[in-house]
Every structure is written in C-alpha cells, then in structure tokens.
C-alpha cells in the first residue's frame, strides 16, 4: 500500500497544484487501511454504467485512491447488488461492515 501512495505522490508534486495534491493525498492516505481488508465500498447508483462513467472522473472523490491504486497494478473485480429499495439495502450493507470491521468501508 505504501508504494501506492509513494507513487501517487511522486505524480502529484509534478502537477504543481498544491490544493489538488492536498486533496488527493488525503483521501489516498485512507488506503492504508486496506491492508487489513481490501474490499472498497464505492457506493449507490442507479447503474453499473452510470457508476464506472462516475468513478472515472477526477471530480468523483473515490478518483484519486483508485487512480493510486491502479497506476501501482491493482486490478479490481466490481461486485454489484440490484436491490428494489436502494437507501435500505446500502444501510444494511454498511451496517454489516461495520460490524465486522468496527469502522465503515475506508473511502466512504
């Protein structure tokens, strides 16, 4: 993990643009916590689609710690959930990681 977030800084100090790498690195420095379980809850949407279109804006705040992560080869497998009542079943989900974990998913 610490490779990742070394090689996401070394990029960011080239951009030159404090308050982006600010940004970024505190929301990469919560990748640490992977290593004791490297499930990444990315959250609700309507469709997978709408959530990868998403995901891979700059402007989504979850963007700077996969873009760590995959820049330093991490390859994902996306999970997804269709459920007829969206805000309960997220809940729920939260809920149970939470109780496994004793805090909610590292990037939420």
Known sequence: MEEAIDNVKKLLSKFNWLKFEEYA???????RKLSDCPILYIGA??????????????????????ASLLISGWRFEIGWLFSP?????ESLIKRQYFEIHGEFPVLV
């Open 25 to 31: 690195l505190a929301k990469i420095s919560k990748l």
């Open 45 to 66: 949407a309507y469709s997978l689609k709408q959530k990868y279109s998403l995901l891979y804006r700059a402007r989504h705040p979850i963007f700077p710690a996969l």
């Open 85 to 89: 009542n969206p805000s309960v079943t």
